[in-house]
């Protein structure tokens, strides 16, 4: 079992910000398995660390 995670996905058009979990590890990249929407196949992606968080960061408003 992995490790639920936020996932980055840059696109040429767009970039998105997915719920994944992450199943392998290695120095650079975490390999996470994620879905374009509920139903859909599951599909697996090798990202930079950079691009995978346990969670989502907002910065403090006055």
Do not use: K
Not at 11 to 26: C, D, G
Not at 41 to 57: E, F, G
């Amino acid at each position: 079992m992995g490790r639920l995670v936020l996932a980055r996905l840059v696109w040429e058009s767009r970039t998105s910000i997915v719920p994944a979990i992450a199943v392998w590890f290695s120095s650079d990249r975490i390999c996470v398995e994620w879905r374009s929407h509920p139903g859909s196949p599951a599909r697996m992606t090798w990202l930079p660390r950079s691009d995978v968080r346990p969670h989502l960061l907002y910065p403090n408003r006055q």
